[in-house]
């Protein structure tokens, strides 16, 4: 027996169908083939392990359109694991550290950011690690998240009488504050106090890049912290789509890492805050003169955890948005994936759909949970991608929402 | 969340229902685990095509009452029918889908193996005949895609030859289709249409079957066509001096996914909501009436709703469940049509219709489910989920989905 349910495959070649992936690769076999396909063989000598399955973005579309209810990318990336001779080179650990590499630019975030975005940079990049120099990097911030917080924000946290812990991500940290920002005002205008978590990175891009026992150091550690927070009551909301999926479903279902105890407590913002005003616990106020036209692109995992609808519920409250939600797509990104040199065409290739549809829509800017979907829309259209909370924070009118929720900050 | 009706599984069936709903008004919300049985279709619909004895119905309308009384179409009723029937093509038209045939009566339409099988309506893809004696053509070109082998081209021409019709093989190879050649798991229909959906693509290919043509009077193409717009099918007629035939494929079904994304895309305009990848785990009843269901993706936030619509698809699309003891309904625990008795369940004889096939939710008289005996108040069944139709046999699982989604959506509105 398998838990990733590969012996239920009916052989309807329905997930192949809706791979990005085999649209545009020709390395790559297709989810069907790569996974319960090749599991046969697998089991019966590991000899058949193919390493054109490194192509697969894990973006779980294949999941989400098989009829047998398959984990064919679980499938799949179990495989590279116990299978795999793929060892990251410099490059991809490079990439997939986003926590280490943080910590590394920070202090001389000015340079980096010059170097990363120069054309020599990008040029010594792409020659010497394979990072392929049409990318642009999303730049680091000198300062983070983390510090802005404990300045200015923990000590007051104590004093709403709801608590949350708050699982802020890499990307929040080093790249957009801002997106953390925007979160603990709008937690705390709905009566949250935040509280931050014993985090590490969630590990995504050790998964995609062979990293395997790091990425487990990584899964046990935050699931212990997890289990603290959880025991003291706190629910771990999160802002990055990804990170959240991850946290859930990979660890167990990839990593082995089991996370019984606190999967459903892990939930992201947008959930977290529909389902309460949806019960009638929180009450928001947004602003009067806030008017924007928006458009949604629905990140993979968003559809895989199928909670875009919480999104889409919350940006129609907002009584001044004008909100399109793109067709169903992958922006080819797929987090490490589209920075690799060997990758590139494919995953542009993969995104041009979406990028042409933002373009017919042409809104003032697009909403996504995701932030490598984020660097991807914007290098490659253009247009401004924004966090749904930030435009929640944005559009809400905070003080009468803290009144409204009888908050007396 | 509250919404006034809750649908479960996203086939034609849910997606007709869904539709017409959202259309009138209601508030809807779709639940789909995955894909549907609409990606196997042929292209063509299927109203009733056969009798148990195994021969043809030319018009379906008049055999409704030799149907058996739990069957499907006697439970929407003569009158309905009627009056159904004729909506089919409007309808399927604001989605997008055009279909073709004459709704009151049967058409054929030419199958993989070279016979040909009665069928009612049909997408643009497949060619229609008005009576089955009248021949395909004199001589026919099949041309395939060099490498791709779900399309039997020996097959089919073995069928035609035996109608009298006298076949020549081609294979096409265009560069375009190397890539895909590298990988022969990926010579598949949709990967395929994929590439043929690039204009400069079918038109090269077109162009190449026009060279290869002599005096055939029709050419056969598999339905690798316009997997994203069905006009492409129509120009590539208009290229071929020569009756065009596109015949099925093995699964996916280029026409049924293009027909799916197109309901689906309708159902999401009217202002439904649909959530794909997703399963209805659990439900909280009160007496005979549903209250609220939970899906294995929203966690503790429940799914409440006036009313709720099981359309999951019978054994195929997971709507029923059989194991040594009985078959069962997941969702809802509901009663089911099927011999208690085991050895009932099926016919030894692998090619004789099989009672199993004829399973499916037990209704009252308006495809309300019944659980335990009595009749639930809010809860409709619709589709293959339906028991009392050998859908397969007599070729009527589109029709039926059509006709119990109009049904449902009708009661529904009250
Ligand atoms: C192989 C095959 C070929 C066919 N070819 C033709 C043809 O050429 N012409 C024709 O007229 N008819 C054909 N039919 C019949 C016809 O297509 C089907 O009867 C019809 O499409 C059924 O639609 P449906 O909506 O009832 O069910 P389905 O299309 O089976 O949809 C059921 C849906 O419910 C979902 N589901 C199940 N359980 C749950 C749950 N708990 N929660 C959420 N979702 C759930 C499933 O994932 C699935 O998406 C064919 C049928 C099959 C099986
Ligand atoms: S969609 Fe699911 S059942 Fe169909 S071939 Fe792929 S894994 Fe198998
Ligand atoms: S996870 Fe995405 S890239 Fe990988 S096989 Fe599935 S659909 Fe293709």
Redesign the interface.
Known sequence: MNDHKFEQCIK???C???CPV??VN?????P??AGP?GERFRIKNKFFFDENLKYCMNCKRC???????VNIADIIHSARMRYGHQKPNLRDMILASTDLMGVMARPVAPVVNAVAGSKAGKWAMDTFLGVDQHRTFPKYQFKGFVGWFKREMEASQASYPRQIAFFHGCSTEYQHPEVGKAFVQVMNALGFGVQLLDEECCGVAMISNAMWKQAKQHARHNVAAFEKAVDAGLPVVTTASTCTFTMRDEYPHILGVDNAKVR?SIVLVE?FI??LV?KGKVKLVFRKDYKARMAYHIPCHM?????S??T??LLQMIPGADLT?LG?GCCGIAGTYGFKKENYAYSQAIGQPVFDEIARVNPEFVVSECDTCKWQIEMSTGYAVKNPILILSEALDLEATAKANCVNG | ?KYDVVLIGGGLSSLVCGISLQRTGKRCLMVS????AL??SSGAFGLLGFRPDGSAVERPLEELDKLPANHPYRKVGAAKMHEYVNRVKPFFASCGVMLDGDPERNSWRLTPTGTVRPSWLAMSDVTLYEDSVVSIGRKALIANIAGYLDFNTAFLAEGLEKAGVTCRLEAVALPEFE??R??A??M?S??IA?VMDHDQVWKKFVEQVCVLLRDEDVVVLPEVFGLQDEHVLEQIRECIPARVVFVGT???SVPG?RCQSALKTAF?QAGG?F?????VISSEMDGERVLSVR???????VLEADHFVLATGGFF??GLQATAEAVSEPVFGLDVDAPEERTQWYNPDFFAPQPYTRFGVHTSENLRAMKAGKEMENVYVIGSELGGADALCEGSGAGIAVMTGFKAAEMING
Request: proline share 5%; aromatic share 6%.
């Open positions: 309807c070649t329905i192949t169908a809706y085999v649209a020709p390395l790559y076999p297709g069907k083939q396909d999941e989400v359109a098989c009829p047998s209810g459903s959930k529909h389902d949806d559809e895989k955890l199928g909670w609808i919480f889409k519920n939600v169903s | 969340m685990g995955g894909q549907n990606h196997f890539r895909l590298t990988s798991s990926e598949r949709v990967n994929r093995m699964a996916p996914i999401e909501e959530l794909m990848g997703d399963e899906t294995a993706n929203l966690g503790d936030t699309g997971r």
